[in-house]
């Protein structure tokens, strides 16, 4: 079984920088795409960014610039660093695991989920 488990979270600055990370504890796959999603109040969760098994890359473009996504393969762990933060930043951030050689971008596209950590950007 997958396990997921979001930390980093908490309240910054417009302007500042925050860090999630994502660990899996669980069951892992030779092939997966991970990915960061977010959701705002009364608002649909919405696509971060992703990597895929072999490292590729891909962003929303509202954070392509101020945000990087990355992983450790031997410790089964996703990080965002997100920098220059902005108010409209503000959110639940979810992370996302799937096994497939692909890089979805839709929450239709992920099976495995994490419950989720607050950020707050105040202005």
């Known amino acids: 079984q997958v396990q997921l488990v979001e930390s980093g979270g908490g309240l910054v600055q417009a302007g500042g920088s925050l860090r999630l990370s994502c660990t899996n504890s669980?069951?892992?796959?030779?092939?997966?795409?991970m990915a960061w999603f977010r959701q705002a109040p009364g608002k649909e969760r919405e696509f971060v960014a992703a990597?895929?098994?072999?490292?590729?890359?891909r962003y929303e473009d509202s954070v392509r610039g101020r945000f990087a996504i990355s992983r450790d393969r031997a410790t089964n762990t996703l990080d965002l660093q997100m920098n220059s933060l902005k108010p409209e930043d503000t959110a639940v951030y979810y992370c996302?695991?799937?096994?497939?050689?692909?890089?979805?971008?839709?929450?239709?596209?992920?099976?495995?989920w994490g419950r989720g950590t607050q950020v707050t950007v105040s202005s």
């Open positions: 990597i895929s098994w072999n490292g590729d890359t």
């Open positions: 996302a695991v799937q096994p497939t050689m692909a890089i979805p971008s839709s929450a239709n596209g992920y099976d495995y």
């Open positions: 669980g069951r892992t796959f030779s092939r997966y795409a």
